[in-house]
């Protein structure tokens, strides 16, 4: 059982699983508003750089739409390969909470 099949407020690694399922990046800032924390604190709960969470990106500056943290500058291989391929970027809670109860439903109705 999948951690998606919870309820309530979503954990980071069902952020991680619903984005990676749709191959969509989020911001920093939507994430964390979304888990209940700054954007600056969405890096603490990623714990480490990897594939899976590099699909929480930076809004702004010279790493927009990319992961900002220094691993991931320093190790092309710790960012996922599809990162990119969707040109879309979810920027506001309101659109990923969507995201994350679209997928749950499905998820639910259709294991």
Same mark, same amino acid.
């Given at each position: 059982m999948t951690a998606l099949l919870r309820s309530g407020t979503p954990t980071?690694?069902?952020?991680?699983?619903?984005?990676?399922?749709?191959? *969509?990046? =989020?911001?920093?800032?939507a994430t964390g508003t979304v888990l209940g924390c700054g954007p600056r604190n969405v890096g603490q709960l990623l714990k480490e750089a990897r594939p899976l969470?590099?699909? *929480?990106? =930076?809004?702004?500056?010279?790493?927009?739409?990319?992961?900002?943290e220094d691993p991931y500058h320093d190790n092309p291989l710790l960012i996922h390969p599809d990162l990119e391929l969707n040109p879309?970027?979810?920027?506001?809670?309101?659109e990923l909470l969507a995201l994350i109860t679209a997928y749950r439903i499905r998820y639910l109705t259709h294991g």
């Amino acid at each position: 059982m999948t951690a998606l099949l919870r309820s309530g407020t979503p954990t980071v690694d069902e952020i991680l699983e619903c984005l990676n399922h749709y191959r *969509i990046r =989020a911001t920093y800032e939507a994430t964390g508003t979304v888990l209940g924390c700054g954007p600056r604190n969405v890096g603490q709960l990623l714990k480490e750089a990897r594939p899976l969470s590099s699909w *929480i990106v =930076a809004k702004s500056g010279p790493r927009k739409g990319l992961p900002s943290e220094d691993p991931y500058h320093d190790n092309p291989l710790l960012i996922h390969p599809d990162l990119e391929l969707n040109p879309h970027v979810i920027d506001t809670s309101q659109e990923l909470l969507a995201l994350i109860t679209a997928y749950r439903i499905r998820y639910l109705t259709h294991g």
